[in-house]
């Protein structure tokens, strides 16, 4: 999910957050995957450990929406070659991680699980990568209509946009936005990244250090709130449909969490080609971990550290594995670029020549004028 700043560089602080927030997003499972919110015992018996396992699913759950910032920021420059890429990434993660199970004898051979991984975009296992392949397909006509509005007209348009998803999406699904998990969720937050690209003059007056705190307490006062509430009242947060609300991507607070942190990174001067390197192959951590094959096990493998080892150490042991599920994902994208570059990227453009030569159109997104 790489988006270059204009030309060919990219904005080595805005990898670095994209890098942050795949992180986040590894925590989050590692944490709310894996042992969902405290109970109400654990937050009476280690109350300090339960609020911090609140906040770190709160300083967490921003990962995915800031993604989606980024690529609003500066801008989904759709064509065909793109979507092919992002077509062959999921189809090499899901064929990939398949082949190896079977190979490793981790998993038997079956033809029709083998068909089905050879069709990457089952929204059953894996949501993220069809809902952003339809935010790229829509966003032409998102981009236009940022580029064609005035700064006033975009304001009030996304004002009342995530008024109408307040009430109808977050208060009461009647929309269908799902917690966040669709199109329409992304299109908002996409067009709020439109909008901090095309008028930043209205924030500039804020330092990152601002931004950054602004971050961190707004997440630890909704964590410490959540908290609270179970603690005084008894009511469990683990059965609480309050607490999900509150801690999915279309919360107002996370929202505004999300944006915060972006914010604050759009405040760095940094440039460096290692985290650049290193960023445009953070998509692959979410495809590998994420894999419907792999994220129980990866949870399960942090419910086991979690039941051998004291807090300090299991937290040691956390970090360690994430650290290294992280590394492990880019170096074998790495191969995937090869494997791009070399085989799949000149056989698209051999058929895309011989498409020509035989005087059949060429179809283009239109261009995007930032």
């Known amino acids: ?9 990219r904005a080595s602080n805005f990898e670095l957050l994209r890098i942050l927030a795949m992180l986040l997003i590894l925590v989050l499972h590692a944490n709310f995957l894996a042992f ?16 911090g396992q609140v906040w770190s699913e709160a300083l967490a759950i921003v990962g995915v929406n800031v993604f989606i910032l980024i690529s609003g920021y500066f801008g989904i420059k759709a064509h065909v070659k793109g ?39 089952n929204r059953k296992a894996e949501w993220f990568l069809p809902t952003y392949l339809s935010l790229m397909i829509f ?41 966040g998990y669709s199109l329409f969720a992304f299109a908002g937050i996409y067009l709020i990244g439109r909008y901090l690209r095309l008028y930043p003059q209205r924030l500039e007056c804020w330092s990152g250090q601002t931004f950054l705190l602004g971050y961190l307490g707004l ?31 279309v919360s107002p607070i996370n929202i505004l969490a999300a944006m915060l942190l972006f914010l604050a ?3 760095i001067k940094v440039q460096s080609a290692a985290v650049n390197w290193i960023g445009s192959s953070t998509l ?12 129980g096990r990866y949870t399960g493998f942090i419910q086991e550290l979690s039941e051998q080892h004291p807090t300090g150490l299991f937290i040691v042991s956390v970090v360690g594995f994430m650290l290294l599920v992280f590394a492990g994902s880019i ?18 453009d051999g058929i895309t020549r011989l498409w020509v030569r035989t005087g059949l159109p060429i179809f283009q997104f239109p261009e995007l004028r930032n």
């Open 284 to 295: 692959a951590v979410y495809l590998i971990h994420c894999n419907a094959r792999l994220i």
């Open 36 to 51: 969902r919110f405290p109970t109400n015992e654990a937050i009476h018996s280690q109350p300090l450990t339960s609020l």
């Open 331 to 348: 170096l074998i994208d790495k191969l995937r670029l090869l494997l791009w570059r070399w085989v799949i990227s000149p056989l698209y």
């Open 83 to 121: 979507i092919v890429s992002l077509l062959f990434q999921a189809f090499f993660y899901t064929v990939g991680v398949y082949s190896t199970l079977v190979l490793l004898g981790l998993e038997p051979f079956n033809l029709s699980e083998f068909a089905g991984s050879l069709m990457p975009l």
């Open 139 to 179: 966003s032409p006509l998102l981009n236009a209509f940022a580029q064609r509005t005035s700064e006033q007209e975009l304001r009030r348009y996304l004002a009342l946009f995530f008024l109408v998803e307040f009430v109808l999406g977050f208060i009461n699904d009647q929309l269908e936005v799902k917690d």
């Open 265 to 267: 990174f759009s405040r």
């Open 1 to 9: 999910m790489g988006t270059p700043t204009s030309g060919t560089a």
């Open 219 to 249: 997440t630890f006062a909704q964590s410490l709130a959540l908290f609270l509430y179970a603690y005084g009242t008894g009511q469990s947060i683990v059965a609480s449909p309050l607490a999900y609300k509150f801690m999915s991507y």
